[in-house]
C-alpha cells in the first residue's frame, strides 16, 4: 500500500521548471512578457532537449528521494524517482505512456486518465509561441491576491477540455502559483496546487528551483532543482519501452 501511495503522489508532479502561459492587459501581452521574463522566443525555438535533477520530500509519507526528468522535442517526456529503493519511471515515448509497476516491477501501460496528462506534459515548449496551433486556448480572468500579491489569472484550456490556471507575478511575469486537475494512481482525480519559487537562469533560460505541491488541500511534496542540462543530445531510445 506504501508503495502505490508514493506512486500516487508522484504520478500528479506536473513540472512546472517552465509553465506555458496564455494568448490575451490583454492575454496577448501577459504571454509576450512572460516569454520574455523566461528568456526569449530565440530560448524556446532552440530547445531541443532537458535533463532536470533535484531532491524530492513525501511529507505525509515522511519519505525522501531524487528525480530525473528528461524532455525531448517535440514530444517525448520520462521521469525517473527513486524513493526508498525503487526507481519508478513514468514515460511517454512520442505514441504511448508507460511505467513501471512499483508492486511488481513489471513495465506495464499507463493508465488511461493518467496517460493523457502525461502526454500533454510532453507537448513541445514551443506550443507556448504558437497555442492556437497546438489547440490551446486562454481566458484571462479576474486578479487574485496570492500571497499578499495581486496577480494576473489565466485560465489555459487543453482541446480535451482539461485546464490549468496560472497566478502570473506582476512585477517579473513568471508563474508563482499553478492549479491543475489530475489523475491519480487510484483512479480518480485530484486537485494540484503548485507553488513556484527560486527561480534561476539555466544556459539562458530561467526557472523555479523550489516547488511546493498541495494535492486536495494538503501539502504532500517538495521539490529542490539541483541541476539542469541543455542541449545534451539525447537519444530516443531513452524514451524506449
Same mark, same amino acid.
Not at 188 to 216: C, K, N, P, Y
Given at each position: 500500500?506504501?508503495?502505490?501511495?508514493?506512486?500516487?503522489?508522484?504520478?500528479?508532479?506536473?513540472?512546472?521548471?517552465?509553465?506555458?502561459?496564455?494568448?490575451?492587459?490583454?492575454?496577448?501581452?501577459?504571454?509576450?512578457?512572460?516569454?520574455?521574463?523566461?528568456?526569449?522566443?530565440?530560448? @524556446?525555438?532552440?530547445?531541443?532537449?532537458?535533463?532536470?535533477?533535484?531532491?524530492?520530500?513525501?511529507?505525509?509519507?515522511?519519505? %525522501?528521494?531524487?528525480?530525473?526528468?528528461?524532455?525531448?522535442?517535440?514530444?517525448?517526456?520520462?521521469?525517473?524517482?527513486?524513493?526508498?529503493?525503487?526507481?519508478?519511471? /513514468?514515460?511517454?515515448?512520442?505514441?504511448?505512456?508507460?511505467?513501471?509497476?512499483?508492486?511488481?516491477?513489471?513495465?506495464?501501460?499507463?493508465?488511461?486518465?493518467?496517460?493523457?496528462?502525461?502526454?500533454?506534459?510532453?507537448?513541445?515548449?514551443?506550443?507556448?509561441?504558437?497555442?492556437?496551433?497546438?489547440?490551446?486556448?486562454?481566458?484571462?480572468?479576474?486578479?487574485?491576491?496570492?500571497?499578499?500579491?495581486?496577480?494576473?489569472?489565466?485560465?489555459?484550456?487543453?482541446?480535451?477540455? %482539461?485546464?490549468?490556471?496560472?497566478?502570473?507575478?506582476?512585477?517579473?511575469?513568471? %508563474?508563482? /502559483?499553478?492549479?491543475?486537475?489530475?489523475?491519480?494512481? @487510484?483512479?480518480?482525480? %485530484?486537485?494540484?496546487?503548485?507553488?513556484?519559487?527560486?527561480?534561476?537562469?539555466?544556459?539562458?533560460?530561467?526557472?523555479?528551483?523550489?516547488?511546493?505541491?498541495?494535492?486536495?488541500?494538503?501539502?504532500?511534496?517538495?521539490?529542490?532543482?539541483?541541476?539542469?542540462?541543455?542541449?545534451?543530445?539525447?537519444?530516443?531510445?531513452?524514451?524506449?519501452?
Amino acid at each position: 500500500m506504501k508503495k502505490a501511495i508514493i506512486l500516487s503522489a508522484l504520478a500528479v508532479f506536473t513540472v512546472c521548471v517552465l509553465t506555458v502561459p496564455g494568448t490575451a492587459q490583454t492575454a496577448e501581452e501577459i504571454l509576450n512578457k512572460m516569454v520574455d521574463a523566461q528568456g526569449g522566443r530565440a530560448i @524556446f525555438t532552440g530547445l531541443e532537449d532537458m535533463t532536470v535533477s533535484g531532491d524530492l520530500d513525501l511529507l505525509q509519507q515522511g519519505l %525522501s528521494g531524487t528525480f530525473t526528468t528528461y524532455k525531448k522535442e517535440p514530444d517525448k517526456r520520462r521521469m525517473d524517482f527513486e524513493v526508498m529503493g525503487m526507481i519508478i519511471t /513514468q514515460c511517454y515515448d512520442g505514441e504511448t505512456a508507460w511505467m513501471t509497476n512499483p508492486q511488481s516491477g513489471e513495465v506495464e501501460d499507463m493508465p488511461e486518465a493518467q496517460a493523457a496528462d502525461f502526454k500533454r506534459q510532453a507537448m513541445p515548449i514551443i506550443s507556448m509561441l504558437d497555442p492556437e496551433k497546438f489547440g490551446i486556448s486562454f481566458v484571462l480572468k479576474d486578479k487574485e491576491t496570492v500571497d499578499g500579491k495581486e496577480c494576473y489569472v489565466l485560465e489555459q484550456t487543453y482541446q480535451d477540455g %482539461s485546464q490549468i490556471t496560472m497566478y502570473i507575478d506582476p512585477d517579473t511575469y513568471l %508563474s508563482h /502559483q499553478v492549479k491543475s486537475d489530475v489523475a491519480n494512481q @487510484f483512479g480518480g482525480r %485530484s486537485d494540484v496546487v503548485q507553488i513556484l519559487s527560486d527561480f534561476r537562469e539555466e544556459s539562458g533560460m530561467v526557472m523555479a528551483h523550489s516547488i511546493t505541491s498541495f494535492m486536495d488541500g494538503e501539502e504532500y511534496l517538495r521539490i529542490a532543482i539541483t541541476e539542469v542540462k541543455i542541449n545534451t543530445g539525447m537519444e530516443d531510445s531513452l524514451f524506449a519501452r
